[in-house]
């Protein structure tokens, strides 16, 4: 009677199932949710509530070569080689997993790639005895540049379920109904009942984290990539050309680093300060 979660930061965040599992929901009209909630409240294999539990295959970021990445796995916990999809699965030792992937990737990676690891995840799932359930992506609209490939990872997203005749959940559909596409300020990830926290806009993110890379004499680029990869830029000075980099992403609480190798003062870790303890 257990499920886990496999994704990005979308999975991975906090008001995702985490309020069902601490038992501070209403069902409503959705009753009857009530014994499917009893059935797959586990505990899982590691004495946790499904619903409440974090997971080593959903981390902020990620993408599918991510959950597929052994360096990516959780040294303490995972045997050598071993992915983080696969040591989840066998430490927790799910019936059920949910299934999201394609909002990071969709920035950039190839689509035939994306289909490739996709499609890994699902038979890595069956072949564990996992039975995955896909999720389609929600809408994006964070980069015009890459926004309108959510449809053509969608429809792969989509293919993968049928050809391996898995469950889908049609995420998409549900978010593009609602207003701003059920999207938070940031255009990536879903909104949250309004909770009494100042939100914070993109480009106020970005100044923020453009005036830090100016306090450690590094010129910002431009434009700042916020892709959770590390970026290569040049330092102040005559001879600062590529003599710096920078790292920022923007899931979840926004936060990254950089480094000056001129100043010899190593990296430096960067959070977005939003007034309260976290």
Known sequence: HVFTR??????AAPQFLTQIGSGTYQLGEYGYLGTAISFFSGPNGRGANPFAASSMAARNGWSTESVLNPAN???GICRAGETPLACEYRVTRPAVALIMFGTNDSGGMPTATFQANLQAIVQTSINMGVIPVLSTIPPKRYNPATDGR???????????????????????????????GGLAIDGVH?????????????????????AALIARDIVPPDPIIADGRLHRCNAAGARGRGDAAYLLHLDGLPAGGMENWRDGLGWQAWRLDIGRTL
Do not use: H
Not at 190 to 210: A, K, M, N
């Open 150 to 180: 959510i449809a053509e990872f969608n429809q792969v997203i989509i293919a993968t379920a049928r050809a391996y005749d898995v469950p889908l959940w049609d995420y998409y559909a549900a978010m593009i109904a609602l207003p701003d």
């Open 190 to 210: 879903p909104s949250t009942p309004p909770s009494g926290v100042t939100t914070i806009s993109v480009p106020e993110v970005l100044d923020r984290f453009r």
């Open 73 to 75: 796995a959780d040294s």
């Open 6 to 11: 496999v994704g990005d930061s979308i999975s």
